[in-house]
């Protein structure tokens, strides 16, 4: 009922940047809040930046200062922009989003992308 497709990964040097998006679509009445998390090999998946509906965001320790998260509600997308990128960046970055509310049936529900791959080179 509700996809989400992440796009914008790729190969990067060390001190680049890349913007990642990722569109909901579907039966979608609202969404309370999207995010990137991101997962590395042999790592588990951590929250890299949330941003809820009314604009109020949150960031790994890892990435503040570097990267941002933006959102376009009238479109259900979500950016992530990340410069200044580093080796430890690398990872598959997967979008989330939380509490959706589809105009189909009650209740709320959580949704994730396949994930996009970025790699940052030294």
């Known amino acids: 009922q509700v996809q989400l497709v992440e796009s914008g990964g790729g190969l990067v040097q060390a001190g680049g940047s890349l913007r990642l998006s990722c569109a909901a679509s579907?039966?979608?009445?609202?969404?309370?809040?999207m995010a990137w998390y991101r997962q590395a090999p042999g790592k588990q998946r951590e929250l890299v930046a949330l941003i809820t509906s009314g604009g109020s965001t949150n960031y790994a320790d890892s990435v503040k200062g570097r990267f941002t998260i933006s959102r376009d509600n009238a479109k259900n997308t979500v950016y992530l922009q990340m410069n200044s990128l580093k080796p430890e960046d690398t990872a598959v970055y997967y979008c989330?989003?939380?509490?959706?509310?589809?105009?189909?049936?009650?209740?709320?529900?959580?949704?994730w992308g396949r994930g996009t791959q970025v790699t940052v080179s030294s």
């Open positions: 579907g039966s979608i009445f609202s969404i309370n809040a």
């Open positions: 989330n989003a939380d509490s959706v509310r589809l105009t189909t049936i009650p209740g709320k529900y959580d949704y």
